[in-house]
T-cell receptor
Framework: GDSVTQMEGPVTLSEEAFLTINCTYTATGYPSLFWYVQYPGEGLQLLLKATKADDKGSNKGFEATYRKETTSFHLEKGSVQVSDSAVYFCALSPLYNQGGKLIFGQGTELSVKP | GAVVSQHPSWVICKSGTSVKIECRSLDFQATTMFWYRQFPKQSLMLMATSNEGSKATYEQGVEKDKFLINHASLTLSTLTVTSAHPEDSSFYIC?????????????FGPGTRLTVT
């Protein structure tokens, strides 16, 4: 079945460092891909999305490109801030599901130190 | 963005009792809501899709009689954990799908921590 795999955390970076969180997926056809962020004590928030191959999603300095050939959707940010400390979830919405079902990766905790 | 609330935010109950968790969309109507379960350091596992006015659709391996879902209005879905046991202790998260416009984005509640003693 469809699945999402993320790099394990926690990831600890210094402020202004470059961030990459790897995400790969297994799915039939062309699913939609998402990154969600969960700040401490809050619900998940959509960070960015991409719905077709080669699309690039971007928001708040974060970017991810839908790579069909490598079935990947890696999250990147050029310069992280302490306020970016959170848990990041990669997710897909299957092509065959029109009801909005989401399949999540295991989450990657990011800690940014000043 | 739209807001989804959950109540309670945490609950402790004794083994064998039932507990109800509410999920509300505060500023939009949601014909579809989702219930997830999250174990520590693990992913969100979809338990069921809640459809207003009809029966919920459960994922494989989720006991329908154990986790009762009722979506009685366009702004409220409830999850009742019946005859709770310690292994039901977990973090339960709901989301609501906003079908206004073309994006159909899901908005997540802050979660409910259930501890069964």
């Amino acid at each position: 079945g469809d699945s999402v795999t993320q790099m394990e955390g926690p990831v600890t970076l210094s402020e202004e460092a470059f961030l990459t969180i790897n995400c790969t997926y297994t799915a039939t056809g062309y699913p939609s891909l998402f990154w969600y962020v969960q700040y401490p004590g809050e619900g998940l928030q959509l960070l960015l999305k991409a719905t077709k191959a080669d699309d690039k999603g971007s928001n708040k300095g974060f970017e991810a490109t839908y790579r069909k050939e490598t079935t990947s959707f890696h999250l990147e940010k050029g310069s992280v801030q302490v306020s970016d400390s959170a848990v990041y979830f990669c997710a897909l919405s299957p092509l065959y599901n029109q009801g909005g079902k989401l399949i999540f990766g295991q989450g990657t905790e990011l800690s940014v130190k000043p | 963005g739209a807001v989804v609330s959950q109540h309670p935010s945490w609950v402790i109950c004794k083994s064998g009792t039932s507990v109800k968790i509410e999920c509300r969309s505060l500023d939009f109507q949601a014909t579809t809501m989702f219930w997830y379960r999250q174990f520590p350091k693990q992913s969100l596992m979809l338990m069921a899709t809640s459809n207003e006015g009809s029966k919920a659709t459960y994922e494989q391996g989720v006991e329908k009689d154990k986790f009762l879902i009722n979506h009685a209005s366009l702004t409220l879905s409830t999850l009742t954990v019946t005859s709770a046991h310690p292994e039901d202790s977990s973090f339960y998260i709901c989301s609501a799908r906003d079908t206004r416009g073309s994006l159909h984005e899901q908005y997540f509640g802050p979660g409910t921590r259930l501890t069964v003693t």
